[in-house]
């Protein structure tokens, strides 16, 4: 990541959130298990949090999943409204040290990858089940597969979707150094 | 936007109380839901929910759509509860009152019916007041709200542009889906296997992201230009002052939250238990 002025990082959340609502809320391909989608949004999500740090990250899952749940009316899901924060939190810490507008190569593609499937197994294996045990006292091998199938659709998601993103953001940045003086 | 949010403007003592008002009864409330799994206290916030409901002037047909949304939700969230757990009550209440043998692990008792009425309690307890909070609230002045519960207001402001660009960028992905499918790309088509799709799906998104990204660029030179983040404080268009009635619902709404706490604290844990004789 590379150092952004705050106010660029808080619009960021604004604009990032409003586009996690608008891919969450209507482009999401449902799956049977409830409270689980094939969600693009997650793959937005893993692009935002290495451009623009942990903090975006957080809050950009956090704000855009709790206007889902708003709008959907079936009640805001804390419990998953947090594990999607935490994911965007460890997918901005995790990349950190790389800066895909400098550049977006075998390195940053693994770092990059291997932070979003920790970064999804810790919110959806984790978090998102150990708080829905707390709060709605469900069945433990209930919300562990729920959160297992979700975890592993978003990797899945995450891995396609925002590996390419990158690619392609990177490949459409000028580089430093790429101009030359003529002759 | 009102489209989105299901805001419906009326002519109520609870659309007349403060955005922060709803927000706190909101927060604590769904607290005292979240905490408690006393069926009593269940019981009584539902019925008390249906008072608001009253007084707000919100009719049942308004929303008629996010109730039967809710209920299909709510009836495949218990089948799979019972199909993953059909013995979850037993391990809660402990003990086992056989009413069906039923086929395998599939049994029926008393204590796994009796927590299943505790979560469909829950999603009645909590819902309502979701609801109730999304249809009296101006979505303009939730960022002025969350302002005035002590959050940050660059976040809070951050939320505010959020919803603020929401239908800008419901549209323009519209277009660039139209304008990608009519050069051959499809997203949803049921011939291509996941992985196709997602490709597809990326190479809808890219131009929304790059669009995105002028845009946070234009929207954070034109803050910075008008010193946005210099003070401490900052004050909102649409703010409403507290009167009387906040006040009451507050005090109300702590009420509930002391009531849930003490409960748990009478009954030596969350669950309110018949079960014992």
């Known amino acids: 990541m590379n150092k952004k002025s705050p106010i660029t990082v808080f619009v960021a959340i604004g604009i990032g959130a409003a586009l996690f609502f608008v891919l969450g809320r209507f482009v999401a391909i449902p799956s049977p298990v409830p409270n689980t989608n094939i969600s693009l949004q997650y793959g937005l999500l893993a692009f935002m949090a290495a451009l623009f740090g942990p903090l975006a990250g957080a809050l950009i899952a956090f704000i855009g999943h709790a206007l889902i749940d708003f709008s959907y009316g079936w009640g805001v899901w804390w419990s998953w409204v947090i594990a999607s924060a935490v994911a965007g939190l460890i997918m901005g810490l995790g990349t950190k040290k790389i800066s895909i507008e400098k550049s977006f190569g075998k390195k940053e593609i693994c770092v990059f990858n291997i932070t979003q499937v920790v970064a999804h197994l810790i919110a959806w294996g984790v978090v998102a089940p150990v708080l829905d045990i707390l709060i709605y006292a469900e069945p433990a091998n209930k919300v562990f597969t729920q959160g297992l199938v979700g975890g592993i659709s978003n990797i899945v998601t995450t891995a396609i979707v925002g590996t390419l993103l990158a690619i392609a953001f990177s490949a459409a940045k000028p580089k430093t150094g790429s101009l030359k003086k003529e002759a | ?277």
């Open chain 2, 1 to 277: 936007m009102s489209g989105i949010f299901n805001y419906i403007n009326r002519e109520s003592v609870i659309h007349r109380m403060s955005g922060a008002t709803k927000l706190i009864v909101l927060i604590l409330w769904s607290l005292a839901a979240m905490t408690s799994f006393d069926t009593r206290f269940l019981a009584l916030l539902p019925i008390l929910a249906f008072i608001l409901f009253g007084l707000s002037k919100i009719r049942f047909s308004d929303v008629k759509f996010l109730l039967w949304f809710t209920f299909v939700f709510m009836v495949l969230n218990n089948l799979l509860i019972y199909i993953f757990s059909p013995e979850h009550g037993v391990t809660i209440y402990g003990s086992r009152t056989v009413i069906l043998e039923g086929y395998g692990r599939w049994t029926l008792t008393a204590e796994q019916l009796f927590y299943h009425l505790n979560v469909v309690l829950k999603y009645l307890a909590t819902i309502p007041v979701v609801i109730l909070f999304v249809s009296t609230t101006d979505p303009s002045e939730f960022a002025s709200s969350l302002s005035k519960i002590g959050i940050n207001y660059k976040v809070a402001y951050s939320v505010s542009l959020a919803l603020r660009y929401i239908p800008d960028i419901q549209r323009e992905f519209h277009d660039i889906m139209i304008s990608q499918q009519a050069r051959g790309l499809e997203m949803a088509s049921k011939k291509q296997n996941i992985i196709k799709r997602l490709k597809n799906a990326s190479a809808m998104l890219f131009p929304l992201i790059i669009s995105s990204m002028d845009r946070i660029e234009v929207i954070a030179n034109a803050m910075e230009l008008r010193g946005f983040g210099k003070h401490k404080k900052r004050s909102w268009y649409s703010e409403r002052p507290f009167r009387a009635p906040d006040y009451t619902a507050i005090i109300f709404v702590c009420l509930l939250m002391a009531i849930s706490l003490t409960l748990n604290f009478i009954n030596g844990g969350r669950y309110f238990n018949p079960f014992i004789g």
